[in-house]
C-alpha cells in the first residue's frame, strides 16, 4: 500500500487511490471513487461512489463529495463545502436517475463553508470565497462571493487579486506572472 489510511476510515473495495495520498479520521471512500496521487482527505470526509479527484486535491475536514463530482488536478475544497448533485431533492421521490455534473477545473479553490448548486463548471484557477453559494458556471480565474455569488474580480494561479491596468494587463505579485484580461476572459500572458 503506497498511500495512507487513518484506521479509523473505511475504504469499500473497488475504489482507486493514488500513491502518496493520506485519508484522514472518519473518512469513508465508496466504491467506485477515483483519488489520484499526493491527494489529502481531512477528517469526516465522504468520498461517493464514481467521484473522481486528480492528482494533489485538497478536501479539508467535513466536505462530502457526492456523485458527480469531479475534481482535476490541484482543486482545494476548504472546510465544511457543500457539493450538490440534485436540483430539486424530495425525501420521498428518487432523483438517482437525475444526478448532475459538476466539474471543479485544474487549480481551483473552493472556499470554506461554500456551496457549490450541482450542474456547474468552475473554471481554472477560479477562487470561491467562502460562505459563497455558486449557482452558475464561473469563468477561468474569476473570484466569486456573497450568496448568490457574484463576480468580484479576478484571482492569479497563485491566489492574488488581480489589479488590471488600462491595456487589460496585471501581474501577480507573488509568481510575477502576467495575466491578459480581454472580453471578460483572463489568460496568462
Known amino acids: 500500500m ?3 489510511i487513518h484506521p479509523s476510515s473505511f475504504i469499500d473495495d473497488n475504489c482507486s487511490i493514488g500513491e502518496g495520498t493520506a485519508i484522514w479520521h472518519f473518512s469513508h471512500i465508496m466504491s467506485g471513487a477515483v483519488i489520484g496521487s499526493h491527494c489529502n482527505i481531512g477528517q469526516n470526509v465522504v468520498v461517493s461512489p464514481n467521484v473522481r479527484l486528480g492528482n494533489n486535491v485538497k478536501v479539508q475536514n467535513n466536505v462530502s463529495l457526492y456523485e458527480g463530482v469531479i475534481c482535476e488536478d490541484d482543486v482545494f475544497l476548504g472546510p465544511g463545502a457543500v457539493l450538490t448533485n440534485v436540483i430539486n431533492p424530495r ?5 438517482r436517475h437525475e444526478f448532475k455534473t459538476t466539474l471543479i477545473k485544474k487549480g481551483a479553490t473552493i472556499g470554506a463553508n461554500a456551496t457549490i448548486v450541482c450542474g456547474h463548471t468552475i473554471g481554472e484557477y477560479a477562487f470561491i470565497g467562502a460562505g459563497a ?3 452558475k458556471d464561473v469563468p477561468a480565474y474569476a473570484l466569486i462571493t456573497g450568496n448568490p455569488g457574484k463576480q468580484a474580480g479576478w484571482m492569479s494561479a497563485f491566489g492574488h487579486k488581480l489589479q488590471f491596468d488600462g491595456l487589460g494587463m496585471a501581474t501577480c505579485p507573488e509568481s510575477g506572472s502576467q495575466y491578459r484580461l480581454d472580453n471578460n476572459t483572463v489568460t496568462p500572458h
Open 2 to 4: 503506497n498511500y495512507y
Open 91 to 95: 425525501s420521498a421521490i428518487s432523483r
Open 133 to 135: 453559494v455558486v449557482t
